[in-house]
């Protein structure tokens, strides 16, 4: 799970060609049996949003959203039942549920007398049901159960996972004896930033190949792949943050990581994939 | 002057008349009017003796030493002829020290005869104060030189050659000086080399003390990249090469052509060109040794003299600077070659012994043999030098040679010497923690700047990590790469409320960072002493040891280097200097006053004089440690104190005269001192604490602008000074007032800001003797501080870096010497990969899992309120000694109780003949000892029931459970540790004397007629 930097090249060369369905996916698998499907999704999913943030300005022109939206309405005439939109999202090459969204910002701005703000578009996306278009609804339906990496369902799922990640450390945590303190907890105490737990008595953890052990004061559980990008927009938002006031800590990317990045072990920053199991408590008889 | 040495070597008076003329203004002698008469008619002249002895005997050497001051012949009209001191701070203000001194003054009192009258105002501090550091550390300075950069040679761009001195550039094309090797020397008057460099002798018996695998003090690797090269790198030491060097020597051959072609080629525009071929005084890196042999001494008498009269000016304090007077005999003890110039205008004419027309040091015996004469003088000072300066003393031939008794005593010093002193820095960059209590929303006004703080202290973390990882690089500038972040962050500071928070910050930054002791860093002052040593990690401690020697620690100038920042300091000076903030620099001086001001004030547990025997010692090391580092702190504290503080007034040029002085001194008079440190000082005297107090305050003063020792008020501060410098008599044991060690760390850094140039040269000699005033009349405190020898020889070399010079000097010495002049570099590889598989990096469990047990412990407090820390050290304190307390009044108190029924039995058994006291003892002794075996287990077993409970009554209820018994454990751990400590070192001794001390009160008791010992025989028991 652990790739090292040229593996993990290899497989995002392999997703550029590819469109964002279930069956690349699965065609991916085919071609690196060896990596685990979370693995695989994970690194499919950054790789596609990656793709997606730097497309993202030539959809949102007032042109394109003029002309996805005729489409649409065309579209939509022709047969209600078809799924126009997502078909155009893909023909597009854009997220389903951003093109979703999209053309349902559109669509309000004609219907309402007032803009429509976030928090209703929102909430019509996470439950179509109240978008006043039945159409319309059907359409947006479409496009978010069919998105694998956007939209409201797949951050339900991604929030999930990583909830259930954090849930597992925790009950490793405890078989481990280990005690601490978690995101609650430290914001109920008032910490500024809070890593997911902070041990209340450090441990040292061994790596195999190293010659000391590392101090770990704080755990931080990530449910994704640790890839360039978004190791160091963690760094700098959370990791180091954390090491600034808790000491160091321990990350652990549940999906691997690449592992040209856990160059930061001798500053205080150790990455895992997995709940260490060499940990050295401290001795109940020290003398 | 000149007049009172002269009459002084016809023996008109006594040295010890002149010292007591020198010391004391009031006319001493009254023994012997004749004497006083003498003097008296020299009075006005009186405080200019100790400069004039001083300027003389560096006139004289510089022969010798001739990177020292030039001498008359030999360098006429050279207009640069004064070089500054080596290193300076970064904004150049070091440079005025030689601008004080025209040239034409020095030069026209050393044109002249020697005797030349020194009128006005010549002052010693010249060639007193050039000579620091002059020959080992020149390289070093790099570019902080700017008043005497015109002494290094940095056309050719090696970075490993010789610094000189104007005066004295190395002329690389001179065949003379450096011959091609392998060729013989044409020593200009034929001298041979030594036999002594021919026949390789690889270890002399006298180096015996040497193992060269695995010694660790010899000469530290320290002194090779940056101090050595001076001396080592063009020293052709080819003559002893062995035959198979041949393409080596070729390369340096080519080498050398090749850079005397550069030289030709290009000359600095800061180094004249050297004349070449003019015969230039050659230097201390010469080719041979000239072999030192008492037996070829010229003057003895003389010599004598001088050294008896030099020996107790520096014994009474007379000399701003001990150990720089240290530094120079230790110059004349190595000094490798006389320099046969052409003067030979000094003709010994007869009866020329006792006037100073004939030079004093006329050949390298003589500078051998007053050096050891002085030496011999100061044997307790040296006595109390590291262990590797002792073994490099003792095992010096010179010494040998010349006083083998002096000998003999630094070897049973260098054996009974203990402690290797290490400077070493532990890396230990952690961040400081988050603590609810003083950082959580509450402690903020509003949000947002709750919020700005959150950012601001990330940025100055990611500052930090950014310096940390470039600062070696070389086109790397901490403005450039930082500067406009720093002021970023700075700028959002706007709510005095978040300046606080910041400067807190910065402040315990700056301490967890920069004070550690030697020790395992992190600790945060106040709050505790290391706890990481207390667990004994000694394994980290070898480990940073090893790191030391690998990579060259920062190297301090010479023997009075100027104040700097080595290693992290140097971040937070940059720091300071990039955010330019006056709110921060005013926060910063709040802060650190205050906390100054908290740990000065700190009651350091007084050790108790012990109470009947030595149980105290228990609590001596733990004492000891908190000792230095609240020292350390301070003294890191007060530095940056006084950098912030006399920022605004400290610039690059000279500093101001006349009108302009007068009209400043006005302004600054009227401005109240950031912090009352007089007052402090008195207090600090007064209370006997001057070993807390001198030291940091030394550090502040440091930093002073010229215009500071003007002002009336540090005018006082300076007096107090001088006087406690003069009355720190280090032969002098006064019972009960000051411990040798405490008064030579004061000695130190006194004699080290006397020499900061800054400080008026004038300020020393001109102060008005104590005579006998320095008495601390007020009613001190029968246990101050100064009486308790807080101070070690780790510490002392700790606050004192520039002490290592001396070893330096003779680590130079010995590399040059005993043809073993490869054994730098190979000596480290094996010790190092030995020791460190061995016990620290290696992957053995045992050793490895106690390190990481440390370090858990350790890092268990990083997150904890220090008050969890100060609790878990005060029980492991109190029960530690509880321990060998109760392990006396148990198991001692029984095998006394043994030895006395064992005693009765003897008695019993043999009657009158109860035989030889001393023997009946020994059996004793040997039945009961080994039961003293047990303390060990019995201690491990008390500590164990008693801390416990004692952290949990004094631990917050709300303790979570985790952390509670991991407290429990480290308290029972410090504790036993601590007692067993104790135990394992003590316990036979006390078992003995306690024992003896029964038999012999038993025995007293059984009185002389046996008749009574059945009565007594309950008693005893009872």
């Known amino acids: 799970m652990i790739l090292t930097k040229a593996q993990y090249d290899e497989i995002a060369q392999c997703l550029v060609s590819v469109p964002p369905t279930r069956q690349s996916l699965r065609k991916l698998k085919q071609r690196f049996p060896s990596q685990s499907q979370a693995t695989l999704l994970s690194i499919f999913s950054q790789e596609y949003q990656k793709h997606i943030k730097r497309t993202h300005a030539k959809h949102h022109t007032s042109e394109a959203i003029e002309s996805y939206y005729q489409r649409y309405l065309n579209g939509v005439v022709k047969n209600g039942a078809a799924p126009v939109l997502l078909d155009l999202a893909n023909e597009v090459d854009y997220a389903p549920s951003l093109m979703a969204r999209l053309i349902l910002e559109r669509f309000l701005q004609e219907h309402e007398e007032t803009p429509p703000s976030k928090s209703v578009i929102n909430s019509m996306l996470r439950d179509p049901s109240q978008i006043p278009d039945g159409v319309l609804a059907n359409q947006v339906y479409q496009c978010i159960v069919n998105d694998c990496c956007y939209g409201p369902l797949v951050d339900c799922i991604k929030h999930a996972i990583g909830h259930e990640h954090e849930v597992l450390l925790r009950d490793m945590l405890l078989e481990k004896n280990l005690s601490f303190l978690d995101e609650d907890q430290l914001r109920a105490k008032g910490y500024d930033k809070t890593p997911d737990f902070i041990l209340q008595v450090p441990v040292v953890m061994l790596c195999p190949l190293a010659v000391e052990g590392h101090i770990i004061h704080w755990i931080e559980s990530k449910a994704s792949f640790g890839d360039e990008c978004s190791h160091h927009a963690y760094l700098h938002d959370q990791f180091w943050s954390y090491w600034n006031r808790f000491g160091p800590g321990l990350v652990i990317y549940w999906y691997g990581f690449i592992q040209e990045l856990d160059c930061n072990r001798e500053r205080g920053i150790l990455l895992k994939a997995c709940f260490p199991t060499n940990i050295v408590t401290l001795c109940h008889s020290v003398a | ?1022």
């Open chain 2, 1 to 1022: 002057m000149a007049a009172v040495l002269e009459s002084l070597l016809r023996e008109e008076v006594s040295v010890a008349a002149v010292v007591r003329w020198i010391a004391c203004s009031t006319q001493g002698s009254k023994d012997n009017p004749g004497e006083a008469a003498a003097l008296s008619s020299l009075q006005p002249l009186r405080k200019e003796f100790v400069p004039f002895l001083l300027n003389f005997l560096r006139e004289q050497s510089s022969r010798v030493l001739p990177q020292g001051p030039p001498t008359p012949a030999k360098a006429p009209g050279a207009s640069t002829a004064l070089p500054g001191r080596p290193g300076g701070p970064p904004r150049g203000s070091r440079g005025a020290r030689s601008q004080l001194f025209p040239p034409t003054e020095a030069l026209s009192t050393a044109a002249e005869s020697p005797v030349a009258r020194r009128g006005g105002r010549r002052r010693v501090p010249g060639p007193v104060r050039e000579r620091g550091g002059r020959s080992l550390e020149e390289g070093v300075s790099g570019e902080s030189l700017p008043g005497a950069g015109s002494r290094r040679l940095r056309g050719s761009g090696s970075p490993c050659r010789p610094s000189l001195t104007v005066s004295d550039p190395p002329n690389l094309s001179n065949l003379e000086e450096f011959p091609p090797v392998g060729s013989v020397p044409p020593g200009p008057t034929g001298r041979t080399k030594p036999s002594r460099r021919i026949n390789p002798t690889p270890v002399s018996e006298e180096r015996s003390l040497s193992k060269p695998k695995t010694c660790f003090t010899s000469p530290p690797i320290s002194c090779v990249p940056s101090s050595q090269p001076s001396a080592l790198d063009t020293r052709p030491w080819g003559l002893g090469l062995p035959p198979g060097c041949r393409s080596l020597q070729e390369e340096r051959e080519m080498l050398r052509k090749e850079r005397s072609k550069q030289l030709q080629q290009s000359p600095t525009p800061t180094c004249p060109t050297p004349e070449l071929g003019s015969p230039l005084p050659s230097r201390t890196g010469g080719l041979t040794d000239e072999p030192a042999d008492p037996a070829r001494v010229s003057s003895r008498q003389r010599l004598e003299l001088v050294a008896l009269v030099y020996s107790s000016c520096i014994a009474e304090n007379l000399v701003p600077n001990l150990f720089l007077e240290l530094f120079f005999v230790f110059q004349l003890l190595t000094a490798r070659r006389m320099m046969t110039a052409k003067d030979n205008d000094f003709e010994l004419s007869p009866g020329a012994l006792d006037n100073l027309e004939s030079p004093l040091f006329q050949s390298i015996h003589d500078c051998v043999f007053f050096a050891v004469q002085v030496l011999e003088c100061h044997f307790q000072v040296l006595s109390n030098l590291d262990k590797g300066t002792l073994k490099l003393l003792a095992e010096n031939e010179r010494l040998l040679c010349f006083s083998p008794a002096l000998q003999g005593r630094l070897r049973a010093a260098y054996e009974g010497s203990v402690a290797k002193v290490s400077l070493v820095m532990p890396p230990s960059a952690q961040a400081v923690s988050f603590q609810p209590e003083t950082d959580n929303r509450a402690n903020f006004s509003t949000d947002r700047a709750f919020h700005t703080f959150k950012k601001q202290r990330d940025v100055f973390y990611e500052v930090l990590r950014e310096w940390e990882d470039h600062h070696e690089e070389p086109g790397w500038d901490f403005e450039k790469g930082l500067g406009s972040r720093i002021r970023a962050m700075m700028g959002q500071l706007s709510a005095a409320c978040s300046h606080s928070h910041f400067v807190r910050l910065f402040q315990k930054q700056l301490l967890q960072m920069c004070q550690s002791p030697g020790g395992a860093g992190g600790t945060v002052l106040g709050e505790a002493p290391d706890v990481l040593s207390m667990l004994g990690a000694d394994k980290l401690g070898r480990l940073w040891r090893l790191q030391e020697r690998l990579v060259t620690p920062q190297s301090s100038g010479g023997p009075c280097p100027p104040p700097t920042f080595p290693g992290c300091q140097g971040f937070f000076r940059d720091f300071i200097l990039s955010a330019s903030s006056f709110q921060f620099n005013q926060h910063l001086m709040d802060s650190l006053s205050l906390k100054i001001r908290e740990l000065n004030g700190l009651a350091l547990p007084q050790h108790e004089p012990s109470d009947e025997d030595g149980e105290s010692d228990v609590d001596w090391q733990g004492e000891r440690r908190q000792f230095a580092v609240v020292l350390l702190s301070l003294r890191l504290l007060a530095k940056f104190l006084g950098f912030v503080a006399f920022l605004p007034y400290r610039g690059p040029e000279p500093p101001p005269t006349g009108e302009l002085q007068d009209s400043i001194l006005a302004l600054r008079s009227q401005v109240p001192p950031v912090l009352d440190v007089r007052t402090l000082l008195q207090q600090g005297l007064q209370a006997r604490r001057a070993v807390l107090t001198v030291p940091w305050l030394v550090e502040f003063l440091s930093f002073a602008d010229h215009v500071v020792p003007l002002l009336d008020y540090y005018r006082g501060i300076f007096t107090l000074l001088l006087r406690l410098h003069r009355s720190l008599v280090l032969s002098q044991d006064n019972e009960g007032k000051m411990c040798f060690l405490n008064k030579l760390l004061l000695l130190a850094v006194l004699g080290w800001l006397f020499q900061i140039p800054t400080v008026p040269e004038d300020l020393f000699f001109l102060e008005e003797g104590p005579s006998d005033a320095f008495e601390m009349d007020t009613v001190a405190p029968e246990h101050g501080l100064d009486s308790v020898p807080v101070v070690d020889q780790q510490l002392l070399y700790t606050c004192c870096p520039y002490i290592g010079e001396l070893r330096k000097l003779l680590a130079l010495w010995v590399s040059g010497s005993s043809g073993r002049s490869g054994g730098f570099v190979r000596k480290i590889t094996p010790t190092t990969t030995t020791t460190t598989t061995s016990s620290s990096l290696g992957t053995q469990p045992p050793q490895t899992s106690q390190g990481l047990q440390a370090q858990l412990a350790q890092a268990f407090f990083h997150n904890q309120p220090p008050s969890l820390r100060r609790t878990v050290e005060f029980v492991a304190e109190r029960i530690g000694s509880n321990c060998v307390k109760h392990i006396k009044a148990t198991l001692v108190a029984d095998l006394v109780r043994q030895a006395e029924s064992l005693l009765q039995e003897q008695l019993l058994t043999q009657g009158e003949e109860v035989g030889d006291p001393a023997q009946l003892l020994e059996i004793l002794y040997s039945r009961l000892c080994p039961h003293g075996a047990q303390a060990l287990a019995l201690g491990r077993e008390f500590c164990q029931r008693k801390s416990p409970g004692a952290v949990r009554a004094l631990l917050p209820e709300e303790t979570p459970a985790a952390v509670l018994s991991s407290a429990e454990n480290i308290a029972v751990g410090l504790a036993t540790e601590k007692a067993c400590a104790w135990l394992s070192a003590n316990i036979t001794a006390l078992i003995r004397r306690e024992v003896k001390a029964a038999v012999s009160r038993t025995l007293r008791a059984q009185g002389p007629e046996p008749a009574a010992r059945g009565e007594r025989r309950g008693c005893s028991g009872a």
